[in-house]
């Protein structure tokens, strides 16, 4: 039982929110969406200068499995919420995880880790902004692209890390291109993945550009080592698993260009931790950063709802939760994007809370690397 002194004492407790006006000036992006975790909203370019992290929304939606020769896009239809094949929606995603991090709100707590340790607060050692949406051509893949390398690089310009919301798989290609024109270095690549994803991406035989050639969700790694300072022999995949929407040939060039591949099965019998202390070990070697691509599809569909292709016995989200917390403390990372969530998918909310908890994940790793000084890159 307390004693006086105890009740005392905890009468005393300073609850004081980080920000004193926590829930009155909310930042917003446009309309009822909130800058993610309520961090400032930067405008302009020039409002990036100095930080440490911009969060960006890249809503672009190509085409759709299984029907590649069409392009449905972000103005093309609504989500269908029950059908199983050819879901769409990842437009909706950059927005949807914004909505669905407000419990992570930093005007209440400054972003209190306590797993980290016990006075550990990720605004005290790193500072943010959310960059909004990139506005684009929603039928035009090459409008999408221009603008979404344009608006990352005022990112990495600035000095900061771009946290990317996707959107389908095709947006991973800008934020590295944008990454690799405007620093020096190598970039090595870690994918989170139920699919390889390396499509032919280059010239067609015929004069006209197609689905398959242009910029898409299958071929944005052909394109990433075509024209950035990326090599495959950098290039790890995580959890890739059989299904109509991979094919013997996929292995069969991921293993001739030098992939590292751990599949779903590799990562439940080696132990996540074991897979990324490989999987850093490939990604660092020679390199000066890391990206990270994560596909929802990697993940089991149960932990991790909101899928655009689910796929049973993925990685548990617990796992993919350990993986990022690892690599973010681990190496010198460059970007991050989440890809393939489809909102209306999901169930109460779920995949979405997942998903803003998996970028405060990333958050805390860069914060403590800040607060450690900690600059190692990789295995020391």
């Not at 139920?194 to 910029?215: C, I, Q, S, W």
């Not at 990433?224 to 059989?242: E, L, Q, R, S, W």
Request: glycine residues 10%.
């Amino acid at each position: 039982m307390m004693d006086d002194e105890m009740k005392k004492m905890w009468s005393e407790m300073d609850g004081t929110p980080y920000d004193s006006m926590a829930g009155i000036l909310r930042p917003r992006i446009h309309s009822d969406v909130p800058s993610f975790i309520d961090v400032p909203v930067a405008y302009e370019a020039s409002d990036l200068e100095g930080l440490d992290v911009g969060f960006i929304g890249l809503p672009f939606e190509g085409w759709i499995h299984p029907a590649p020769m069409q392009w449905p896009t972000s103005g093309a239809r609504p989500a269908d919420p029950d059908v199983l094949e050819g879901r769409s929606g990842a437009w909706d995603a950059p927005d949807y995880i914004r909505k669905c991090a407000v419990h992570y709100s930093i005007c209440t707590s400054g972003g209190f880790c306590p797993e980290v340790a016990g006075d550990f607060r990720i605004c005290d050692h790193i500072t943010m902004a959310d960059y909004r949406n990139v506005e684009f051509d929603p039928w035009d893949v090459e409008d999408f692209s221009k603008k979404a390398i344009e608006k990352v690089a005022d990112i990495v310009k600035g000095g900061a890390i771009p946290l990317i919301f996707g959107g389908d798989h095709s947006i991973s290609y800008p934020p590295v291109r944008a990454i690799s024109d405007n620093s020096d270095g190598e970039i090595g690549i870690i994918l989170f993945d139920g699919h390889y994803d390396n499509m032919y991406g280059g010239d067609a035989p015929f004069p006209e550009k197609n689905a398959v050639t242009r910029l898409n969700s299958g071929n944005q790694f052909y394109k990433i080592f075509d024209t950035c300072k990326a090599h495959p022999k950098n290039m790890v995949v995580i959890g890739v698993k059989g299904g109509a929407a991979n094919m013997m040939s996929w292995h069969e060039m991921a293993v001739k260009l030098g992939y590292t591949i751990f599949t779903n099965e590799d990562v439940e019998d080696l132990g996540i931790k074991e897979v990324m202390r490989q999987a850093i070990a490939v990604a660092t070697k020679d390199t000066d950063k890391v990206y990270c691509s994560l596909d929802v599809d990697a993940c089991d569909p149960i932990s991790f709802p909101a899928q655009k292709y689910p796929d049973p016995f993925g990685i548990p989200a617990r796992d993919i939760r350990t993986a990022l917390r690892i690599l973010s403390r681990e190496t010198n990372l460059c970007g991050f994007d989440m890809v393939c969530l489809g909102p209306a998918y999901d169930n109460r909310n779920d995949g979405g809370q997942t998903a803003a908890k998996l970028y405060i994940e990333i958050l805390k790793g860069l914060a403590y690397r800040k607060a450690y000084g900690i600059t190692t890159h990789g295995p020391e």
